[in-house]
Every structure is written in C-alpha cells, then in structure tokens.
C-alpha cells in the first residue's frame, strides 16, 4: 500500500488499474460534438425508459392515465434522471480540483492524474446532459434537498476540505453509481428511443471507470483505517444513503410539470409515501441496487433502516 498517511491512497495493484484506465481515456475521451447525432430528432413518440420502470407503475394512478399520459410521465422521469446526472456532476469538477490543488503533490501520480481526467470528463458529460434536455425540450428537475442528503451535499460543496478527502470520492461514488444503476436498469432494453438509449450507454462507458476509481480507493481506505477513524464517515454517509436510494422511487415536482393534472398532488406526503413503498419500487430498488447495497453492506454503511421520505419544498424548474 503506498503512503497510507496520504490524503488518498491505493494498493500497487490498484494503481496498475488506475494507470491502465488513464490509458483508455486518453485513448477514447468523448467528444461532445461526435458522442451523439445531434443533427437528428428526438423521437418522443417512442418510451425513453422501459414502462415496468415509471416511479407510478403497478399503482392506482397508473391505470388512471392514457397512454398518451403515460408517456408523457416516462419523458419527465427521464427527464429528473438526466437533471439529477447534470447537477451531481458539475458539482464534481471543482471538487476533485481543490483537492488536487491542497495537496496533489502528496497524491500518487496515478491518482492525482485520474483525478483530473475525472473532472474533466464529467465536465462534458454535464454539456451532454444539457444539450439532450434542450433537445428533446425537457425540463430540468431540481433536486430535493432531503436532509441526510442535503447535509453532506452542502458540506462537500461549499467546505469540501473540511472533511477527509476519501468522503468526497466516496459520495461521489454513491451518488453516480446509483443513477448509473438506474439508467442502465432503466434503458438498456430494446424498445427504447435510440438517442436517449445511446446517450445513456455513451455515459455508462466512462462511468464504469469511475466508480471503478471511486470502489479501489474506498476498499482501500476501509481495509486500511481503524474503526475509529472509520465511525465518523459511517454516521455521516448512513443517514444519507436512504435519502439517495428513495429519491429515485419518486419526485414530486413532476406534480408540477404534466401537461394534464397528475393523479398526485405534490403535498400528498400519505399518497407519495405509499407510491414510494409500492411493490414496484421495492422490487425495482432491489433488483437495481443490489450491486451497491451489497457493497454498502460489507463496508458497513447500510442504515439498519431506510426513513421514508418527508416532503420538502419543490421550487420551479432551473436552467
Ligand atoms: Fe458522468
Ligand atoms: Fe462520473
């Protein structure tokens, strides 16, 4: 293990990986202009995620739509995925780059450049994201500042150096590793509107190696540390972690954005409780995450329970 009193660290083995990935995106880095046929239209007569996934599905509200509704909730679900994609990742940019800036030198070259490849992808990423929403004439969601999630959130954001770097890699981790599970669950099945579909895949690419960075450094970084100094991270990520996992079962601001009136009022905590709790989205929750609440299990950072959902203000879209 190199210098375990470095801020970040990694075996030799892992190394090896991090240096062969920094390989293959030099080799392939995305290019906006390139990654999708912009030229082309959006065709927003076909499903952009596959029915079985809608946050409403196998519930009362379901039956009640058109299918014409229907579809038009499959763009909006869509459309919340690929906000909360562009508003984790620009928001990653400049804190890999303070860190590198603190203390780089102290990093594994390995590491340090990763880090900068990372930021650097997620920055046209984020431009993708944008152009597809603008494209396809989508709104943008915001997303909800639930507490756990808002707690870490804001602290990573405005005093990213207040806490151990591992926490901002390891946040990043959960957060893209879980919408990538999503989407992928989501969208990789036949059927499916080919711009969004591709869009989709041309991310999981890269994805793949970043949470493959972010799982070396955390494996690491828990086989390496005490379980004193390993408390603090699990009391802050464990309340959070719930707050992640259920955000993606429903948002409420689609309440505010269907053409029709939707079936659920965004106050009706009772209502928007028992779609989240639905059986559709506990399977769907444990089939899709199953990889990451595995992971989270072995290292100990799984709440014994998930707290459902409180209601927070929803405010209007963002651009
Ligand atoms: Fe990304
Ligand atoms: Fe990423």
Known sequence: MAALNAPLFASQENLHVINSMINTSH????????????????????????????????????????EAQRLEVL????????????????????MYMSYLTAFGAALAPEIEE??????????????????????????NFVIPQRPGFAHVMHTLEHSPRSLPPIVGVMWTLVL??????????????????????????????????????????????????????????????????????????????????????????????????????SENNTRLNAVRFKEIIDWLTRLDLMPERIVPLGMEPVSSTIN
């Open 176 to 277: 893209e590793w879980a919408a990538e599970l999503n989407a992928v669950h989501c969208t990789q099945v036949d059927g499916i509107e080919p711009i969004t579909k591709q869009m989709f895949w041309a991310h999981h690419i890269d994805e793949v190696r970043h949470i493959t960075f972010g799982r070396r450094l955390c494996e690491d970084y828990f086989t390496s540390k005490s379980v004193e100094e390993l408390t603090p991270i699990r009391n802050l990520f464990k309340p959070a972690i719930g707050d992640v996992l259920e955000e993606f079962k429903y948002t409420e601001q689609i309440s505010d954005l269907t053409s029709f009136e939707f079936p659920i009022h965004k106050t009706d905590l009772a209502a928007i409780r028992a779609v989240r709790a």
């Open 75 to 94: 763009w909006l679900e869509n459309a919340r995925d690929v906000s909360f994609f562009i508003q984790l990742e620009q928001f990653l940019p400049p």
């Open 114 to 139: 990763y880090m900068m490849i990372f930021a650097k992808e997620e920055i046209v990423h984020t431009q993708m994201f944008r152009r597809y929403l603008e494209k396809a004439n989508l709104p």
């Open 27 to 66: 080799r392939s880095p995305m290019l906006l202009g390139d990654v999708l046929p912009w030229d082309e239209m959006i065709d927003r007569s076909a499903p952009p995620k596959l029915a079985s996934t809608s946050w409403i599905y196998g519930t009362k509200y379901w039956e009640q739509l058109t």
